[in-house]
């Protein structure tokens, strides 16, 4: 058994791309979707990289891993550049998703439409509640999470997305990979133990707030540990010390 609980993703390869590059190519995917939207069809890397707050040599060495060089005095074509990219993350093909948890999160996920237009179908919702099992959500109706074996296997479910609270996280993960589910994303507060061979992304927004109120407090020029808007820092209590604590282990580092 190994835990996530440093992200295996900053080094090491994944079939000869670095896994840092891997980590930046969905970075780059948005800005060239973003540049498409506004009819761009070349761009040079020194643009594209703007765009995708990178700096161009670390843009064009990691699209060198991909076999995209662009061309001298011209740049990248941009929709070539989206499909190479999207074919690299495996976003050619339809990846169907599970929820399991149909709260204010699992509903909030499922109703976002940016999934669907990036190839993750969202395949099934599942709860616990007899109050929301066979409710609809997005179109779908919720099923009982004892239905979680059979959904996986009738959609062939790929990736499982754990929205439930973190007391039946590691159950509920549990049973995905039983099920045969080898990524999983994770948004419940807690590190999750799996199997070699299960990948597991977690998604911390609370550390990211931290990241920004970081960078805030630098701006503002205040000292760490004072207080924004006057407080005094004997007020760091409760929420506040537990979050200082914390490891700030953002996948976003992979991303700088
Ligand atoms: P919620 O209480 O609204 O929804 C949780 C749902 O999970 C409920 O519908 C409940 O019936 C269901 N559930 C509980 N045990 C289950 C089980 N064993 N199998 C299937 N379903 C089960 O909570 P909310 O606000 O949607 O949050 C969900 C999780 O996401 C929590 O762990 C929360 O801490 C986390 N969260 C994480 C965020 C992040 O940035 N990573 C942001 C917001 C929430």
Known sequence: ?????????????????????????????????????????????????????????????????????????????????????????????????????????????????GFVSRG????????????????????????????????????KVAIGVIAVPASSAQAVCDRLVAAGVTSILNFAPLVLNVPEGVDVRKVDLSIELQILAFHAQRRSGARPGAEPGGGHPGALNGMHAAAARQPVTSELAAQA
Request: charged share 15%; net charge negative.
């Open 120 to 155: 993750f179908t969202i395949s099934a919702m599942l709860d616990s509640d007899p109050a929301i099992v066979g409710t609809r959500i997005a179109g779908l109706t919720v099923r009982h999470v004892d239905e979680l074996e059979a959904v996986v296997a009738r959609h």
């Open 1 to 113: 058994m190994h835990s996530n609980a440093m992200p295996p993703e900053i080094s090491g390869t994944s079939g000869g791309i670095p896994e840092a590059t891997v980590a930046r190519l969905p970075v780059y995917l948005r800005a060239l979707y973003g540049l498409a939207e506004r009819g761009i069809s070349t761009v040079a890397s020194e643009e594209l990289a703007a765009a995708a707050g990178v700096n161009s040599a670390k843009l064009r060495k990691d699209l060198s891993h991909l076999g995209s060089y662009g061309i001298r005095g011209v740049g990248y074509d941009v929709d070539y550049l989206v499909y190479q990219v999207s074919r690299t993350l495996g976003l050619t093909q339809d990846w169907p998703v599970v929820i399991v948890g149909a709260g204010n999160l699992g509903r909030a996920l499922a109703n976002y439409g």
